[in-house]
């Protein structure tokens, strides 16, 4: 824990007793004197320590008594998705299929209530010279800026949205299926009899909770990487 804040090296070791079972979920931590005298630091610390356990799930104040040990989720789990990450052996390569401005009548049903224009651009990602994602994303037309193809470079969808707006100030939502895919996602992945595909659905929502981006990615399923977390894996 060498070069670390004292803040997170106290994080570091009550995760360690928690994980550990020194402290079981239901037990009461000792009180923030306490602790600030035990690990010789000051109070602000402490609860500047205590606050980031907080939110990471590993405790719960309670007022008037103190901090309590949380009961952990057993079934949360930690996705961390890029586009650019969850392909096998994905090393960059892409093509370009299309980039054009949608009429608010063409728009899918997801986008279609909002009345504002939507740019839309297509990829594919290969593999050893094999397609194995498919990507389509929807993004605000900013009226007088050109589309010019040669500008566009494949991006991670917040690194595209980033463009537009904060991405602290944005929410992201992934829902993930194995749709039945369209003849055309089908020819342009080369796909086999019987093979399976998995669609990743985001969407982006502004501060305000309007939705400023849509996209679907479709991912061959002998390309897919997902993986997932515990929330409570210590290191």
């Not at 279609?112 to 297509?122: E, Q």
Request: some cysteine.
């Amino acid at each position: 824990m060498t070069g670390l804040p004292l803040y997170m090296q106290l994080v570091n070791q009550i995760k360690e007793q928690i994980t550990k079972g020194h402290f079981l979920p239901g037990d009461i931590l000792p009180s923030e004197h306490e602790l600030a005298a035990k690990y010789n630091t000051s109070r602000t610390t402490v609860r500047k320590s205590l606050s980031i356990l907080f939110s990471e799930g590993y405790i719960i104040p309670v007022p008037g008594k103190g901090y309590f040990v949380k009961e952990p989720e057993v079934d949360s789990y930690t996705l961390y998705f890029s586009e650019k990450n969850c392909i096998e052996n994905y090393s960059g390569e892409t093509k370009l299929l299309e980039v054009s401005l949608v009429p608010t009548d063409q728009l899918p049903r997801q986008l279609a209530d909002l009345k504002d224009s939507f740019v839309k651009i297509r990829w594919l990602l290969y593999v050893d010279k094999e397609p194995a994602a498919y990507d389509i994303k929807y993004l605000p037309y900013e009226k007088g800026k050109p589309i010019i193809e040669k500008e566009i470079r494949y991006a991670t969808f917040p690194e595209m949205v980033a463009k537009h707006q904060s991405l602290f100030s944005i929410k992201k939502t992934l829902r993930i299926s194995v749709p039945v895919v369209s003849r055309e996602i089908s020819n342009l992945l080369k796909l086999d009899t019987g093979e399976s595909v998995l669609m990743i659905e985001q969407k982006i929502f502004s501060e305000q909770g309007k939705l400023i981006g849509y996209g679907q990615l479709f991912i061959r399923g002998n390309y897919c990487n997902l993986v997932a977390t515990s929330s409570y894996l210590h290191e």
